[in-house]
């Protein structure tokens, strides 16, 4: 049981890394699996499995995305071969568990039937962090928008990154809920405003440690 109750309307820094440190990622297949888990399960009904919302033809995607009513809303994100960030306003009582509940088992469900394994593939639920002062909220925003660049990440595994900053810069939300992506912008005063801020926290912290191989657990920004 958590120690601290997640609270609706105020913002969390969730993350999560493979079990025994393993990929939680293979193959661009496997991004794209869990990107399209995080937009489909992130909604307040119940929609079974990634397969079923396949399988309903009976409600155009595009609209069935415009109606639901969210979970969570993503202000940045990165996603690493073996780990993920998330910055999350929780919309709903209860709904970054929720959430992360459904995005966890039903994307470790399709990776252990793809790849014939069985068990956790996550290090238990998911570790949150209060976004407790415009300071740490500012800081944190730069690192996970950012946080493949302060790994070393070997060229092989570039294919597995996916982070915020690519949607900022090109004013393209997709992961980004589209509100909180524009109260962003505005507070930094445009993208690139906000770039330089994210590119200056990333700058900080490696000249503070250097990269970090993938291997090793974050050493996350101070809240103080």
């Known amino acids: 049981m958590r120690k601290q109750p997640i609270i609706t309307s105020e913002?969390?820094?969730i993350?999560?890394?493979?079990?025994?440190?393993r990929n939680i990622f293979n193959s661009k297949k496997d991004l794209d699996r869990f990107i399209e888990s995080i937009l489909e399960f992130n909604q307040t009904e119940i929609i079974g499995s990634i397969r079923d919302v396949r399988k309903n033809k009976t409600v155009p995607k595009a609209l069935s995305r415009e109606t639901k009513k969210p979970l969570v809303a993503f202000v940045v994100c990165c996603l690493n071969p073996n780990h993920f960030h998330f910055v999350l306003k929780q919309l709903v009582d209860g709904g970054i568990a929720k959430f992360m509940q459904k995005l966890q088992a039903g994307y470790t469900y399709y990776f252990n039937v793809k790849y014939s394994r069985t068990g956790s593939l996550f290090q238990g639920t998911f570790k949150s962090q209060l976004m407790s002062s415009e300071n740490y909220f500012n800081k944190i925003l730069g690192y996970v928008n950012k946080n493949y660049q302060v790994h070393f990440i070997p060229k092989n595994k570039l294919h597995l990154v996916?982070?915020?900053d690519y949607e900022y810069e090109n004013n393209n939300f997709k992961i980004v809920s589209k509100e909180e992506g524009k109260k962003i912008l505005e507070i930094f005063g445009g993208s690139k405003n906000f770039k330089e801020h994210?590119?200056?926290i990333i700058s900080i912290i490696r000249a503070e440690r250097g990269k970090l191989p993938l291997s090793e657990e974050d050493n996350l920004p101070a809240s103080a």
């Open 11 to 13: 913002y969390y820094h």
């Open 15 to 21: 993350y999560n890394r493979g079990v025994e440190k």
């Open 162 to 164: 996916y982070a915020g």
């Open 198 to 200: 994210c590119d200056e």
